[in-house]
Structure formats: C-alpha cells, structure tokens
C-alpha cells in the first residue's frame, strides 16, 4: 500500500521510544528522574473541579454531548476576558476566537488553512518539533533561523527577515519558547513588528505566536503579545493552552485567536477533524477564568513554585563547571549544551559506541556545528537513563545542529529531586 512521500518523510513521535523505557523502569521497580515531559505536575485550579463535580451531581446532559464546534459561548466570553488581561488581546469572542482541544491542533488547523503544498513556514530553531511535524505532513517546507545559545536563544531580526523568499507564508515564534525556555523581550518584540511592518516583501506574511506558556514566566511582568501591537494588526494568529499554565494537559483545551476570516476557514478543518473540544472540560474552564483572582493566584503560585525547580536544576550543573547553561526566563524546561572541548568528544564518542539512544532519531536532514559529534547528546541520554535513572529530551528532535544539547524539563519532580537529577547528570558526565 503506498503511503505519500511527505507522511514518510516525517519523523515518528521522538519521545516514544524514551517513554517506553522509562514505562519499562517503573513497571521494575527501578528509580526514575522524568525529566522528559512538557507537563507539569500540580492539580488543576479548584474551581475547575468544584465545576466539573457541581456539574456531575446536578446530572447535566450537557456534559455528554458536543459543544458548538468554535466552542461554548460561556467559555469563549470568559476567554476574551481572560486574553485582555494575560495576553493584552481584544478579540471579539464570537468571531474571534476559536476554543481547540489544545495548541497543538489550533496551530495545525492553522497551517493547513495557510499553506498550499511548496509553501514555506519560518522556524526558529530549535523548533518545537510538533510545529515542524506538521509542516511537512501538510506538504509544505520549514525554513529555518538559528537562535543561538550565545544570545540567549533569541534570534536576530535580521536573520528572520534575511529568510524571507517569495513562498514565505508564515513566521511561527513560540515564546516563552519549547525547547529553551526562553522569553523573546518586549523590545526585541517592538523591533521585530516595526521592522516587518516597514518591509514590503513581509506585507503578505502571517505571524503565528505559540503562546502556551504566556502565564508561566519567572521575572517581571507578563510577557508582551505581539498580536497586541498596532503595527501588525490583522496580522498574528495566536495560538494558546491551558495544558501548562492550568495543569489540564489531559483534557485538551486550547484556543485560536485571529482575524475573523482566517477562522472562519479554520473551523472547516477543525470540524472535518476533531469536532470540538471536550465539551465537559469547556463547562469547567469557563468557571475558572470566571473566577478571575482565584485563578491568578494559582498562577502566581505556580510560577514561584517552577521558578524554584528551576533553580534547583540548574544549580548543580552551574557548580560542576564547563556546562553550557542559559537560565530559562519561563516554561518549565532548560535547553543545556554538553561541555565542550577534546576530551568531551572523547567521551561521546565512546558512549555512541555503547549506548542506546534515548530518543528516536529524526527523518530530517542534519547539518552539524564543526567540531560536533553526531548523535552525542543522544548517546549520553541513553547511558544516563540507565545507570543513573534521568530520563531527558536529546537536541536532535529540535533540529539540526542541537545534537550536544539536552532539554531538561522541571515541572514533574520536587525541588529536593530536581536537584539530586541535576547532580547525577553532572556526575555521569564527568564519570565517562
């Protein structure tokens, strides 16, 4: 049977195989660090629950059945309220906003309405690999920009608008960013809507903003919406979650925030697709961004209590030296380089020969930094998870040229265990 040539070329799920092990770990009783997840391992809000029980009791056939397909109009008028405070957006909720069963389909449902096949989307690497995933599913292409380890992984404006080429239809940043953590300032931000605004080849360009982890950011005030800027208006798409900032991963609710014409057109794939979100989870969520101060206290209170995670992490590693670290200004992971030098290669080296990797690797062509040892971040993840238990996220998932680097994820374990994985990382490297 023939499978197209674009779903082939697309790389497998790439924490799979990682997952399985560590399954494998638990199921025997062994010691297990999960740094690999993008979740994060409070409860959700009260008022989600108090809801979704309130609900259950008063028998509400609703809860069982599908909700309009943009999404309730309860949720969608709380979620505007809600986006004008977090995120400075003013959508009109009822042709402005869609509620999606997470940011992964609103962002999908996005490029299929904006890209034809040959189309190209502009990435910044390391990319959250689920956006390059879809890309190519849809036949179109990913270029790329390089955010640099040395500039705190925030790219140049003039290596995103030197990408520019007549197929360009989209430029998808992810800010605070997956894999890195990293927070896009709001000048930086400035500049990049004024320099787009002002060059006319971008005058045709879609700005896609993957907001998921908005609300989880650990210095100053919230981070700046591109959307909210006048120079671009009609311009950005938004895309968002409450998988992290609301710990809902498992009921899948995100949202679409846009010009109305867009959304119009992607509703069509969201209805050919998944229907609507989970209608018992919009009736809940509703309630939570209702209740407005409870629900920024629980987010306040999950920021300080990842910002410590955070901290915990890292510390070890910044003590051991020589490993490359830049400290992450939201999310809940750390994008870390493996120590560099002659006698690193050394060690990698003799970990590929030995060890599997613990992650699959991806079907996309890789380009490697000089001097780099292909697959060394892979090969020293996979001896980590098994003699020391850590399970963590290889570079090469994120693109190529991050092959010596990790993402660390800290919003699974405590602060007490965090930092004893972070030691054993450091001790495992400095062991081989």
């Not at 609507?276 to 999950?302: F, G, K």
């Not at 060394?376 to 098994?386: K, N, V």
């Amino acid at each position: 049977m023939r499978i197209p040539a674009r779903v082939r070329a697309t790389m497998a799920p790439p924490l799979g195989p990682l997952m399985e092990r560590a399954a494998a770990r638990r199921r025997e009783g062994r010691e297990l660090f999960m740094l690999a997840q993008a979740m994060v391992d409070c409860p959700p809000p009260p008022a989600f629950t108090r809801a979704l029980a309130d609900a259950l009791r008063a028998g509400d056939p609703a809860m069982h059945r599908y909700a309009p397909d943009p999404g309730t109009a309860e949720l969608r008028r709380a979620l505007a309220a809600h986006l004008a405070g977090s995120f400075g957006l003013a959508p009109d909720p009822e042709r402005e906003l869609l509620v999606t069963p997470g940011a992964n389909q609103a962002a999908y449902q996005l490029l299929s309405v904006l890209l034809d096949p040959g189309d190209e989307a502009l990435l910044v690497t390391p990319w959250y690999f689920n956006h390059e995933m879809a890309i190519r599913l849809l036949g179109g292409r990913a270029r790329t920009a390089p955010a640099e380890a040395a500039s705190g992984f925030v790219p140049s404006i003039e290596s995103l608008l030197a990408a520019w080429t007549p197929r360009l239809r989209l430029l998808v940043l992810v800010s605070p960013n997956n894999p890195t953590g990293a927070r896009y300032p709001d000048d930086w931000l400035r500049a990049l809507a004024g320099a787009i605004a002002g060059d006319e080849r971008w005058r045709g360009v879609w700005i896609l903003c993957d907001q998921t982890y908005q609300e989880l950011y650990f210095e100053g005030g919230p981070p700046l919406s591109l959307g909210a800027l006048p120079e671009l208006s009609g311009r950005v798409l938004t895309v968002g979650s409450f998988s992290k900032s609301f710990a809902l991963a498992g009921w899948r609710l995100g949202f679409l925030c846009g010009p109305a014409g867009v959304l119009d057109q992607a509703l069509k794939v969201q209805d050919s697709s998944v229907i609507c979100a989970p209608h018992a989870a919009q009736i809940a969520l509703a309630h939570v961004l209702d209740a407005r101060e409870e629900a920024e206290a629980y987010l306040a209170t999950s920021r300080e209590r990842l910002r410590r995670r955070r901290d915990a992490l890292l510390a070890p590693l910044r003590e051991a030296g020589r490993w490359e670290l830049n400290v992450p200004g939201g999310a809940c992971f750390a994008f870390v380089g493996l120590p560099g030098g002659a006698s690193s290669a050394s060690r990698l080296a003799a970990a590929a020969s030995t060890a599997a990797p613990a992650t699959a690797a991806p079907a996309i062509a890789a380009s490697e930094p000089a001097g780099a040892q292909p697959g060394a971040a892979a090969a020293f993840a996979g001896s980590l998870l098994e003699a020391e238990g850590v399970a963590v996220v290889t570079g090469e998932v994120f693109g190529p040229r991050w092959s010596r680097f990790l993402r660390l994820g800290f919003g699974t374990e405590s602060e007490e265990r965090l930092s004893e994985a972070g030691r054993r990382i450091a001790r495992h490297w400095a062991g081989m």
